[in-house]
């Protein structure tokens, strides 16, 4: 089984400043990997897949690199709504689905 | 527009019975496979179960494999997910989720997600 470990578990930030998320793969997940964002109270919204490419609809201040094991979210300037907490997940041991344990975005 | 509503939560005792049902409307549901998501309260993201667009092939996690069944009426755009022998560990809102399609290619990431249906098991 492979298991996303995200980091940090709570990153506390200020508007207009930048997000670095981080997931890592316990072992290669080429670059099947995406990122979800959820609000309190909302279902999961799809930000980015296939490690680098952003759904429709999604800013372009969000961006999504790396591949093998090592997978990264940066939100570039941060805005008041993107605090919340950041998912990743990966589908490599097809046909399981694995989410990280997110990552909690946290106003300073 | 793209939509996805679940129905069928409520409180159930232990070792009991529940159907969750998700309807389905804005797009061609019988070209997409779908999956049950599901999430303890103040927790992750759990996945729970897959069908492929036709039904033929069912996909599920190891702890709700031989508990739970998953199910879809191409005919009445709605999908099913039948859960027997219900622990207090299987409380959680459970969402269903579109698995992302684009330019005739399917990404295994869910890009439309019903609101949820909350699931209480308790005596």
Known sequence: EIVLTQSPATLSLSPGERATLSCRASQSVSSYLAWYQQKPGQAPRLLIYDASNRATGIPARFSGSGSGTDFTLTISSLEPEDFAVYYCQQRSNWPQYTFGQGTKLEIK | ?123
Not at chain 2, 21 to 32: L, R, V
Not at chain 2, 101 to 106: L, P, Q
């Open chain 2, 1 to 123: 527009e793209v939509q996805l509503l679940e129905s069928g939560g409520g409180l159930v005792q232990p070792g009991g019975s529940l159907r969750l049902s998700c309807a389905a409307s804005g797009f061609t549901f019988s070209s997409y496979a779908m999956s049950w998501v599901r999430q303890a309260p103040g927790k992750g993201l759990e996945w729970v179960s897959a069908i492929s667009g036709s039904g033929g092939s069912t996909y599920y996690a190891d702890s709700v494999k031989g508990r739970f069944t998953i199910s879809r009426d191409n005919s009445k755009n709605t999908l099913y997910l039948q859960m027997n022998s219900l622990r207090a560990e299987d409380t959680a809102v459970y969402y269903c989720a579109r698995e992302f399609r684009n330019g005739g290619y399917s990404y295994d990431a869910f890009d439309i997600w019903g609101q949820g249906t909350m699931v209480t098991v308790s005596s």
